[in-house]
Nanobody, 118 residues
Framework: QVQLVESGGGLVQPGGSLRLSCAASGSIFRSYAMGWYRQAPGKQRELIAGISSSGSTNYADSVKGRFLISRDNAKNTVYLQMNSLKPEDTAVYYC????????????WGQGTQVTVSS
């Protein structure tokens, strides 16, 4: 059982930066892929960044070149560095952990609000 807690959200001006953290209660050393999703009001939740247990990363086109996902397995934490923020980045951001060995399971954090506004 893995519990996830996001932090680091808040209000930031366009062009600014923010770093989100996701702390896992259980070990995510090598058995879990991690991802960041976001959901704006009235919109579907979308995957914006993912990182595999081996360190491979992928990004949505909308954030590619601006956001960076990383993980620190020793600290059981995943991060999302968000740069050059735009108003359209405003959303609730969620951390996700996917167990890659049987049984396959998914865990979600409670979400953290990111608002980009001048």
């Amino acid at each position: 059982q893995v519990q996830l807690v996001e932090s680091g959200g808040g209000l930031v001006q366009p062009g600014g930066s923010l770093r989100l953290s996701c702390a896992a209660s259980g070990s995510i050393f090598r058995s879990y892929a991690m991802g960041w999703y976001r959901q704006a009001p009235g919109k579907q939740r979308e995957l914006i960044a993912g990182i595999s247990s081996s360190g491979s990363t992928n990004y949505a086109d909308s954030v590619k070149g601006r956001f960076l996902i990383s993980r620190d397995n020793a600290k059981n934490t995943v991060y999302l560095q968000m740069n050059s923020l735009k108003p359209e980045d405003t959303a609730v951001y969620y951390c996700n952990a996917e167990r890659k060995v049987s049984p396959i399971r998914n865990y979600w954090g409670q979400g953290t609000q990111v608002t980009v506004s001048s």
